[in-house]
């Protein structure tokens, strides 16, 4: 799978990789990427000025949609094939409108 990652520390350094595909783990989630945001993160990641550490190379990227392809075995409150969406990587409430209303469309 491709990748915008942050190669190493400075301005710029970013690169579309080829990068493993991730495995799940237990109570995680594998979502395929359908649409994707650049955030101010990913601007501030860009220029090397960001205020949180950073250790590179990294994968960029935390604003997005998809569609769930891979659940682990803990995993119960949603399917494969569920619309999913993902603001930050650095906490989630664990409850979405999505998990209780089926939507009127598909991928």
Not at 33 to 39: D, L, P, S, T
Not at 48 to 73: A, C, Q, T, Y
Not at 95 to 106: G, I, S, T
Request: hydrophobic share 40%; proline share 7%.
């Amino acid at each position: 799978m491709k990748g915008l990652m942050k190669l190493k520390k400075g301005e710029g350094n970013v690169e579309i990789k080829e990068v493993d595909e991730p495995k799940p783990g237990p109570d995680e989630v594998m979502i395929e990427v359908k649409a994707a945001g650049i955030c101010g993160s990913d601007i501030h990641i860009y220029h090397d000025d960001i205020k949180i550490p950073l250790n590179p190379p990294v994968i960029m990227g935390h604003e997005f949609s998809g569609v769930v392809v891979r659940i682990g075995e803990n995993v119960n409150n949603v399917k494969v094939g569920d619309a999913v969406t993902s603001e930050t990587t650095a906490s989630m409430c664990g409850v979405c409108w999505r998990l209780l209303k089926k939507p009127a469309w598909k991928w």
